[in-house]
């Protein structure tokens, strides 16, 4: 005898496609990339330091070039409104020469601003600076902010300034201009990983050192330079953001500051990293699929601190979404974490 399934009469429609900002969202421009002999792309970075294979560059490399054919469409299928896109990394860090990095800076700050300025109801954009010349790095910063209508600036990692190994972390007191800049024009920093410079420890595992897992690391080390280095205490009102749910900060916090709290560092901060989880950090869903770590990252943070990406095109749109839509939290919590926090945060 079978069973009859139990009325229903007053189903309400299912809930339409939520709409979405996504804030980690790359591009290419070859002002900013190694070129071959034939003054194409040079993917060796990416094969090499990154150990990406190349079907995937092959994928991946000319959306990094498009915004009209492939992102628009992507983007409307997920039911991402708005993106803000940044250039890819290695991006402008790894410029050694002063002008060269500044005049790549200048080129790709106002390609994307044409590009911009075909969508601006669905395109936004991060500033790319050098700061060989803090002053001229923030300049800049002011300029795209002020006149290119850009909603922060976004760094690729450590800079590479003159030589190789001189590596630069935002921490620097060269880099004060440009903490100064941001607070007064009250726009954030959004630290995007790149692979280590220190690779010992990933000999006979490249595979190791760039997306799979070395980006976390130095990600994460960058933040802590910040937060332990003051600067969060000098420039109370900066606002920094990074991605991949937070580059396992989040998991680590309470062992983080339990264990510096130990330190014999004389330099000491004045709150703990917690609280500047809550005060001056945000992140990132981007290419961090994972509802265990977003629940994490609501414990550590809070909803109100963390805002919806998908790290196209290295990532999927549509799986991002698909993830998002229907992985367990609060509706109030999805609505918050899908754009109201970026609408507050960018003051879209």
């Not at 996504?22 to 094969?47: I, S, V, Y």
């Not at 190349?54 to 959306?63: C, E, K, L, S």
């Not at 900060?249 to 500047?276: G, M, N, T």
């Not at 414990?299 to 095109?313: A, H, K, L």
Request: hydrophobic share 40%.
């Amino acid at each position: 005898m079978s069973v009859a399934p139990l009325p229903t009469m007053n189903v309400p429609a299912a809930r339409p496609q939520l709409p979405k900002i996504a804030l980690e969202e790359a591009f290419a421009h070859k002002a900013a990339m190694t070129l071959d002999q034939n003054g194409n792309p040079n993917w060796d970075w990416h094969r090499e330091e990154n150990a990406l294979n190349q079907q995937y560059i092959d994928a991946v490399g000319p959306r990094l070039f498009d915004f009209e054919d492939t992102r628009l469409p992507a983007m409307d299928e997920a039911g991402i409104r708005f993106a803000v896109n940044s250039l890819t990394c290695p991006g402008i860090e790894h410029i050694l020469d002063p002008k060269e990095a500044q005049d790549a800076a200048t080129t790709v700050n106002d390609y994307l601003a044409g590009q911009v300025s075909l969508h601006p109801d669905r395109f936004g954009g991060f500033a790319s600076i050098s700061m060989h010349d803090p002053e001229q790095g923030a300049a800049e910063l002011e300029r795209c902010v002020t006149k290119l209508g850009f909603k922060g600036v976004l760094f690729n990692g450590f800079a590479q300034q003159h030589t190789e190994d001189n590596l630069v972390y935002l921490d620097d007191d060269r880099y004060t201009p440009l903490w100064e800049a941001v607070t007064a024009l009250d726009v954030p920093v959004y630290i995007h990983p790149r692979v280590s410079y220190q690779r010992r420890m990933y000999q006979g595992h490249d595979e190791l050192q760039g997306m799979v897992f070395g980006y976390a690391p130095e990600t994460a080390v960058h933040m802590l330079r910040i937060v332990y280095g003051g600067v969060f205490d000098r420039f109370p009102t900066a606002q920094v953001i990074i991605g991949h749910l937070g580059e396992t900060i989040p998991f680590e916090a309470w062992r983080i500051q339990h264990c510096f709290e130990h330190s014999p560092r004389k330099d000491k901060v004045e709150l703990r990293l917690q609280d500047y989880l809550r005060r001056n950090i945000w992140i990132t869903t981007s290419g961090n699929y994972s509802t265990t770590a977003l629940h994490c990252a609501m414990e550590t943070m809070g909803s109100d601190r963390i805002m919806f990406s998908v790290d196209y095109p290295y990532e999927d749109m549509a799986e991002a979404s698909e993830w998002f839509e229907s992985c367990s939290i609060s509706e109030a919590d999805r609505h918050k974490i899908g754009y109201e926090n970026a609408t507050r945060l960018l003051r879209l």
